[in-house]
Protein backbone atom coordinates (compact mmCIF):
# COMPACT_ATOMS: atom_id res chain seq x y z
CA UNK A 1 0.00 0.00 0.00
CA UNK A 2 0.91 3.21 -1.03
CA UNK A 3 1.25 5.84 1.63
CA UNK A 4 1.33 9.28 0.69
CA UNK A 5 1.57 13.02 2.51
CA UNK A 6 -1.69 15.12 2.98
CA UNK A 7 -3.01 18.26 5.20
CA UNK A 8 -4.75 15.60 7.06
CA UNK A 9 -1.99 13.03 8.08
CA UNK A 10 0.01 10.28 6.17
CA UNK A 11 -2.57 8.41 4.02
CA UNK A 12 -2.02 4.49 4.98
CA UNK A 13 -5.12 2.96 3.70
CA UNK A 14 -8.84 3.54 2.40
CA UNK A 15 -12.18 1.63 2.67
CA UNK A 16 -13.08 -1.45 0.86
CA UNK A 17 -16.63 -0.10 1.23
CA UNK A 18 -16.78 3.46 0.70
CA UNK A 19 -13.95 4.35 -1.67
CA UNK A 20 -14.35 7.99 -1.37
CA UNK A 21 -13.24 6.96 2.89
CA UNK A 22 -9.39 7.19 3.55
CA UNK A 23 -7.44 6.31 5.96
CA UNK A 24 -5.10 8.90 7.52
CA UNK A 25 -2.21 8.28 10.57
CA UNK A 26 -1.19 12.09 11.81
CA UNK A 27 2.48 12.63 13.63
CA UNK A 28 0.71 12.07 16.90
CA UNK A 29 0.36 8.95 16.21
CA UNK A 30 -3.53 9.08 16.10
CA UNK A 31 -5.98 7.38 13.01
CA UNK A 32 -8.53 8.95 11.13
CA UNK A 33 -11.10 8.77 8.24
CA UNK A 34 -10.81 11.50 6.53
CA UNK A 35 -13.57 12.06 3.74
CA UNK A 36 -12.42 12.34 0.06
CA UNK A 37 -14.50 13.96 -2.98
CA UNK A 38 -14.17 11.91 -5.99
CA UNK A 39 -14.82 12.95 -9.72
CA UNK A 40 -16.56 10.37 -11.53
CA UNK A 41 -14.46 9.19 -14.23
Do not use: D, R
Not at 7 to 35: D, Q, R
Request: proline residues 5%; hydrophobic residues 40%.
Amino acid sequence: MNTCESPHGTIVGMSHYSPGLLLAMHENGKFAWVVVKQHQV
